[in-house]
């Protein structure tokens, strides 16, 4: 059973180590090349378990920081540490060059939905109406983040069971259709219960990266770490301001 | 309505003609133009007479006015109506740009005209299907080729991206510096591991793109 789901515009590498840099509060300056490198091939790992096409750029990523790594290891020359550059340097310069326009990014979607609250005398391309704007989207990162924390619940279960394995993923789509038919939203968490089997959770993961893509589906979040709603887009639904009710 | 001697426009035609032609027109007009329409002495003079309008409706409670983008003036409903002006487009949708096209539309804005392999070092990824949109959604256009292999394609924003995003101009945007400063919170190193953004021009060699 093989499906691919391709994201339609992935985030690369550098988004990656950021996310990464940001979530373990890494100084930027000083990165942990050991650390950063286990945790980047852990995400690539993940991505490729669920056959997540990944992009060649994320390899050579990967390759860039193995090499770097091993340029660590290698024992300085004593007296030439003016010369001698630090092997992160390059990519330190090209995470803060592209944080500043991912910064500069955030900055223009702030400036777009603020002109798309008003209208023009002749609306040709009117605006849309957004869904409630309570939360953000989610991104693909904190969906996987979300996705190990399921994995790791059965694993502490330790429950084998056996599952048919002829669960598609366009099943799948078909029950949380039926789910969100009956509700306005449904908790991320909440699609996997009574699942033990890994590969009947990526077939369920599948399915909500399916319809994500397909627009039938809005995952978001009040903060990150918070629990992860899934909507149906243009439902006037929201989340409550404290989060969510748990369970 | 009836009439007012107190808003200063009733009688002077000049207001009335940029009003006409603001309410009739559907991009921006510059002032300039807007002199040039309505024989307007200067176009400060125009400014005037935007000023005054703006005050009017202000002071009126209508529930738009005029707002200056692009280099131009225009009509606009308030912010506030968003939601009842909504409902009358529902329907008629047209997505947000998502994040990867924001990033390479904030590069193009900073750095133009810039090539695809330029963005590309920069973002890390491949950004061909990325442009295509910024393309298709008009906030992008090709603007010229550069030196170098193949001769590239270069890359620019166009007015309409102003327009889209509600900017008078590009001085409208943060600074790249003050962007930077933006992370000031980093722990700075003891030694400059990178050192300070002088002269980033990327004239000469483009950045090189590959990760090796």
Redesign the interface.
């Known amino acids: 059973m093989t499906y691919q789901v391709r994201l339609?515009?992935?985030?690369?590498?550098?988004?990656l180590l950021l996310h990464l840099i940001r979530r373990d509060k890494i100084?930027?300056?000083?990165i942990p090349i050991s650390h950063i490198t286990r945790e980047y091939l852990g995400y690539i790992e993940i991505m490729q378990e669920l056959e997540l096409e990944v992009?060649g750029?994320f390899f050579?990523?990967a390759?860039?920081l193995m090499?770097i790594k091993s340029q660590m290891l290698l024992p300085r020359h004593e007296g030439f540490e003016e010369e001698e550059a630090?092997p992160?340097?390059e990519l330190?310069?090209?995470l803060?060059?592209?944080?500043?326009?991912?910064?500069?990014?955030?900055?223009?979607?702030s400036?777009?939905?603020?002109?798309?609250?008003?209208?023009?005398?002749?609306?040709?391309?009117?605006?849309?109406?957004?869904p409630a704007d309570e939360g953000f989207e989610v991104?693909l990162y904190d969906l996987l983040e979300a996705l190990q924390s399921v994995f790791k619940n059965i694993n502490q279960q330790a429950v084998y069971h056996v599952v048919p394995d002829s669960v598609t993923v366009e099943q799948k789509i078909e029950a949380i259709r039926a789910t969100l038919a009956r509700r306005s939203e449904v908790l991320f968490t909440e699609l996997f219960i009574g699942e033990f089997a890994k590969i009947e959770i990526i077939v369920t993961f599948l399915a909500i990266l399916e319809m994500i893509k397909l627009g039938e589906l809005v995952a978001r979040q009040m903060s990150h770490a918070a629990d992860i709603w899934l909507y149906k887009p243009g439902v006037d639904s929201y989340i409550d301001a404290n989060g969510s009710p748990n369970g | 309505m009836d009439e007012n001697t107190d808003t200063g426009i009733d009688d002077r035609s000049i207001e009335r003609e940029v009003e006409a032609l603001?309410?009739?027109?559907?991009i921006p007009l510059a002032a300039a133009k807007l002199a040039a329409l309505t024989g307007a002495p200067s176009s400060r003079r125009v400014l005037e007479a935007i000023g005054a309008l703006s005050r009017f409706y202000g002071e009126s409670g209508r529930g738009?006015t005029i707002?200056e983008v692009a280099g131009g003036y225009?009509?606009?409903?308030?912010?506030e109506f968003?939601g009842v002006?909504?409902?009358?487009?529902?329907g008629?949708?047209?997505?947000?740009?998502?994040?990867?096209?924001?990033?390479t539309?904030?590069?193009v804005?900073?750095k133009q005209p810039i090539s695809r392999m330029q963005i590309e070092a920069?973002?890390?990824?491949?950004c061909d299907?990325?442009l295509a949109t910024l393309i298709e959604r008009e906030v992008i256009s090709i603007s010229g080729r550069g030196e170098g292999i193949g001769k590239p394609y270069l890359y620019s924003t166009t007015k309409k991206f102003l327009e889209?995003?509600?900017?008078k101009d590009f001085g409208d945007?943060?600074s790249?510096d003050e962007?930077?400063r933006?992370?000031a919170f980093?722990?700075?190193?003891s030694k400059p591991?990178?050192p300070p953004p002088g002269n980033q021009s990327d004239d000469g060699g483009a950045p090189d793109a590959?990760?090796?």
Not at chain 2, 22 to 26: I, K, R, T
Not at chain 2, 85 to 90: D, I, N, P, Q, T
């Open positions: 339609v515009q992935f985030e690369g590498p550098l988004d100084n930027i300056y000083d992009a750029e050579v990523m390759a860039t090499r630090d992160r340097e330190v310069r090209n803060l060059e592209y944080r500043k326009f991912k910064e500069a990014a955030h900055h223009l979607a400036k777009e939905e603020d002109r798309r609250k008003v209208f023009p005398r002749t609306a040709a391309t009117p605006p849309a109406e957004e991104s | 603001l309410f009739a027109s559907d738009f707002v225009q009509l606009t409903t308030l912010p968003s002006v909504s409902r009358l487009f529902k008629r949708k047209k997505a947000k740009l998502t994040l990867p096209a924001l990033e539309l904030a590069i804005a900073y920069i973002r890390g990824v491949n299907g990325v889209y995003m509600g900017l945007l943060p790249l962007l930077e933006r992370f980093d722990a700075e190193p591991l990178v590959d990760g090796q």
